[in-house]
């Protein structure tokens, strides 16, 4: 995501990454923190368990972690990259 965010932001405008985070079969929806500086703020997921607020460069910078409940082996956590441009455009 660092690197991503580096990025000058004419060259991020042909794709976006987007995070998910579920729970398992039977598990309630995931609950995700960012901590930073002792500062606890909830990431609102969206009904598929779309990141819908994601970390900036600063956050990153400032050494930020993000807590999943509940625990991680009854969670899934995931990226996809998705493209932005037009399908008939060239890459």
Known sequence: LDV???LAPKDRNLFTPEYFVRGGRG???PRVILVREGRRTPVP????GRVLSVPGL???RAGAVVEI?????ETTAHLEMH???PV???M
């Open 58 to 60: 600063a956050d990153l």
């Open 4 to 6: 991503y965010l580096q």
């Open 83 to 85: 493209a932005l441009a």
């Open 88 to 90: 008939a455009q060239t």
């Open 27 to 29: 598990a309630p929806p």
């Open 69 to 73: 409940t509940p625990k991680p082996r």
């Open 45 to 48: 997921l969206d009904a598929e």
